[in-house]
């Protein structure tokens, strides 16, 4: 069991930066590759980007190419978003999820456990 709480959100102006963290529970946190997910108001969840289990590969959507980078700290149990040159449409309820696995997975059904989300707002 994996619990999940994502930290770190908040309203910026567009141009601006935040960094998400998602701080997970348990002692297997390792073994888990994460991802991170993102809902705006009446569209579907989107994959944002994920990261495998060591941290040595990653991967990020189209939309967040060079301005967002996943992360983790295994020591700490942790997994960040950076987000850097916000965008309005970038507004959303981000999400952090984990799987078990050693490798990642863009699909949402993929993911094991949730987070219960954290708001970003970009204003313009």
């Known amino acids: 069991q994996v619990q999940l709480v994502e930290s770190g959100g908040g309203l910026v102006q567009a141009g601006g930066s935040l960094r998400l963290s998602c701080a997970a529970s348990?002692?297997?946190?390792?073994?888990?590759?994460m991802g991170w997910f993102r809902q705006a108001p009446g569209k579907e969840r989107e994959f944002v980007a994920a990261?495998?289990?060591?941290?040595?590969?990653?991967y990020s959507a189209d939309s967040v190419k060079g301005r967002f980078t996943i992360s983790r700290d295994n020591a700490k149990n942790t997994a960040y978003l950076q987000m850097n040159n916000l965008k309005p449409e970038d507004t959303a309820v981000y999400y952090c999820?984990?799987?078990?696995?050693?490798?990642?997975?863009?699909?949402?059904?993929?993911?094991?456990?949730w987070g219960q989300g954290t708001q970003v707002t970009v204003s313009s």
């Open positions: 999820a984990a799987a078990y696995s050693n490798s990642y997975y863009t699909a949402a059904d993929e993911y094991d456990y």
């Open positions: 348990g002692r297997t946190f390792r073994r888990y590759a």
């Open positions: 990261i495998s289990w060591s941290g040595s590969s990653t």
